[in-house]
């Protein structure tokens, strides 16, 4: 530590007294630093690195629908539903993994068919807006879809460790 030279196999040092140790190399704190990184950011499952991240059921006021319209589809592989739109975040956090719920509706306002869909990359900054796209195989003919109601269900903090 004080740059005097001692033996190999001493434990503490006779000029300075402070003790000895291959722990206290540059190269193994820099390794250990890595590893730590390491285990945090890939090894350990997302739960145990991020246990503070919030949780929203409904959207509580937090991220609000501002638009949305839809389109039905056919091609190769059959029927499909789409739903288009914007949401609001009215918080100071950053949200993603949103989770819908659509429930569309007949004209004789009989429940026809439903939505659940989980969108992982949609992130809505804080204060800011953000746009989706829902699609799904449909479960009735076009006519039948008149009107449709869509809620947040569920999402999620978007925290990064690093």
């Known amino acids: 530590m004080c740059g005097e030279q001692i ?58 629908i ?7 589809s056919k091609d190769d592989c059959g029927s499909f539903i789409t739903i288009l739109g914007k949401l609001r975040n009215e918080t100071g956090k950053a949200w993603n993994d949103v989770h819908f719920e659509v429930k569309f509706y007949n004209e004789k306002a009989e429940l026809i068919d439903t939505l659940n869909s989980q969108i992982y990359s949609l992130v809505v900054a804080p204060k800011e807006e953000a746009s989706f796209r829902i699609r799904e195989k449909a479960a009735a003919p076009a006519d039948q879809y008149k009107r449709y109601d869509i809620r947040i269900t569920k999402a999620q903090e978007d925290f990064k460790l690093f």
């Open 7 to 64: 033996k190999a196999i001493a434990k503490r040092c006779p000029h300075c007294t402070h003790f000895q140790s291959k722990f206290n190399s540059p190269l193994v704190i820099f390794g250990i630093v890595i590893a730590f990184i390491v285990i945090t950011r890939f090894l350990l499952p997302s739960s145990a690195r991020l246990p503070n991240r919030e949780t929203i059921y409904g959207s509580e006021k937090k991220l609000t």
């Open 66 to 72: 501002l638009e949305t319209s839809h389109k039905y």
